[in-house]
């Protein structure tokens, strides 16, 4: 391979994006294609760049790293080398599936290893989709409080999305559509791993295929089969399974 590789550098501080780029500079195999601040900035950057290789910090304000993958899905991740302040448990995982990981602080000569393994990797021309599987399986990081923004495409931005201001999750294929104040969205994210990461006291399952909020919910009405029917604040309406009907139930705060 003898064009240089590109290269999306992404993280909150200016320092770090800047011995990043004065490291990248000293190699002729990579060039840099932009620099992202924040975790909305660097999918919209991934999006329109299509960059070889992303040199991704995890911890980040209101998006980390890892949300960044999730949001854009194996299927359109780049390779990656994560920049993190992780401790060595953790970044055995790391070692398993990503190109590489950057311990902060780490030198050029830590660096130029990491470049080593990208290249190497890279030098075949293609991204390995199912071990981005396994890396966005297998690195999430414990979760102190339920999600609370969720990353959407609103024409061509990407905003972050209170979740407070969702009304029902929607699943639709290898999707989730998500119904808000804001109007109508798709996630390339599942139901079962958007339910994990909710809060349960506000998102319930009411459907094998959906979530609604509970505060969302205005009314209960009969259905068919012993299913129910819920109206919502929006004016929409979902069926309340059966099976799902005791849980909904108790969560919505009410016996029998």
Known sequence: ???????LV???EAPARAKVKRFLADDARFTLAGEAQDGAEAVARIEALKPHLVLLDIQMPGLTGFEVLETLGPEHCPEVIFS???DQFALKAFDAHAVDYLLKPYDAERFRRALDKAWTRLDGGRTDTERLKALLSSLEPPREKPLERLLVKTGEAWVALRVDRVSRF???????????????HLVRQTLKHLEERLDPRRFVRVHRSELVNLDAVVRLEPWSHGDGLLMLRDGGSVVLSRTYREAFLERWGVEG
């Open 1 to 7: 391979m003898t064009t240089p590789l590109s290269v």
């Open 10 to 12: 992404v993280d909150d």
């Open 84 to 86: 993190t302040a992780y």
């Open 170 to 184: 929607s699943a639709e294929d290898k999707y989730v559509r998500v119904f808000s104040d804001e109007g109508q």
